[in-house]
């Protein structure tokens, strides 16, 4: 950003004090904010607007905002229309230039504030917007799967108790080892039908048992597993950050929910196992300022499993957290709704980016 000011203007270094304690809860906010004066000078920049320039607000204050657009008459003339009082607030899209980065695509409002001579500039990044509508519907999804698994388990679990107690009555009537052949089909599908109810409601079942959770300890326990089932040709790397608090939540649960991303993606890589370079890669960070659910949460777990398959197929990449649907031969279906059932009880989330070579699941829980 380039300084523009004459001698005449104001110091807006100066001025940006005693608006401080005004501005300060612009800071807990995910879009960017700047709060500028008549001539566009920046009095305030909150930290996500710090963080997506990786410039100190120190350096930010008193610089020409509009110089970090890739269109500044843009934001000249919305300044202009503001101080003439031509509207209220006013929207349009355009890039916000970042140093030594590419530039951002941003949705720009600008809105007056009760002070004469102030501007709020809110800039929303547009891949974070269409990431915001992408969770609410895993949420929306997730709640509808729920209610539609617990119906659909109760629905078959009452006949089913029936199916099979009148398989056992008519085995013990009849003579022929042909027919009774069949009552054994018979009771042999209704009681995988039964394993298959009780799967489907345990995590409505289970109560939650919250403690102290370290995610290394159910990472390496997971880890652990996933190295001993599949002994060769598959590398599970490690990519932690250790500065991770500990945070309070069902551990059991959590280690299950990892269990089957890692075992999913275990089985994704039998192709490469066989030559030798499967990898998956667990990797932990901390995100800040995220909004899960609708509500802001100051900083969040980021848990990664990478794996370098084949990729989620396209036939249900829109799907694979939907019960029932599973991407392998074989496969019940389960896995990745469960997950997503667990993680969700602790507030959080998972979202899933794939292509071939590289499918990434992460993990987001608050943290204290």
């Known amino acids: 950003m380039r300084r523009k000011r004459s001698a005449a203007e104001p110091d807006a270094a100066a001025l940006i004090q005693p608006s401080l304690q005004r501005f300060q809860a612009f800071d807990w906010l995910a879009t ?11 009095l305030f920049a909150n930290a996500a607007l710090e963080d997506a320039l990786s410039v100190s607000r120190r350096a930010i204050v008193g610089t020409a905002l509009s110089d970090s657009f890739t269109e500044p008459l843009l934001l000249s003339s919305a300044l202009h229309g503001a101080a003439n009082n031509e509207f209220a607030a006013l929207r349009y899209d355009t890039y ?10 941003v949705h720009v409002v600008v809105a007056q504030t009760e002070h ?8 929303v990044p547009l891949e974070q917007q269409t ?16 209610e539609l698994i617990r119906n659909l388990a109760h629905e078959i679990k009452n006949p089913l108790g029936g199916i099979r107690g009148a398989a056992q009555l008519l085995q013990m009537e009849v003579q022929s080892r042909e027919l009774t052949e069949y009552t054994q089909v018979i009771i042999h599908e209704a009681d995988r039908l039964q394993l ?10 289970r109560p939650h048992v919250v403690g102290d959770v370290n995610i290394h300890e159910v990472c390496e326990r997971v880890r652990s597993v996933v190295v001993a089932e599949f002994a060769r040709g598959l590398t599970v790397q490690r990519d932690y950050d250790l500065s991770l608090p500990e945070f309070r939540g069902d551990r059991e649960q959590l280690i299950q929910a990892l269990l089957n991303i890692v075992h999913n993606a275990a089985n994704a890589l039998a192709e490469r196992m066989a030559t030798g370079d499967a990898v998956i890669t667990l990797r932990t960070r901390v995100a800040r300022q995220v909004t899960l659910g609708k509500q802001r949460f100051r900083l969040a ?22 019960p029932l649907v599973s991407g392998r031969e074989g496969g019940s279906g389960l896995g990745l709704t469960l997950a997503q059932t667990f993680v ?7 979202e899933c980016e794939s292509q071939p070579g590289r499918t990434v699941f992460k993990i987001l829980i608050p943290l204290p």
């Open 344 to 350: 969700q009880q602790h507030q959080g989330l998972i």
């Open 116 to 123: 004469r001579g102030e501007v709020v500039v809110e800039m």
């Open 131 to 146: 990431r915001q509508d992408r969770e609410e519907r895993l949420l929306d999804q997730a709640r509808v799967n729920k």
């Open 301 to 322: 777990l980021e848990l990664h499993v990478i794996d370098n398959g084949p990729g989620v197929p396209e036939a249900i990449k829109d799907r694979i957290f939907y």
């Open 196 to 205: 298959l109810v009780d799967r489907l409601l345990a995590p409505h079942r």
């Open 32 to 42: 960017l904010v700047a709060v500028v004066d008549g001539h566009g000078h920046v």
């Open 96 to 105: 916000l230039l970042r140093p030594g980065q590419e530039s951002m695509p």
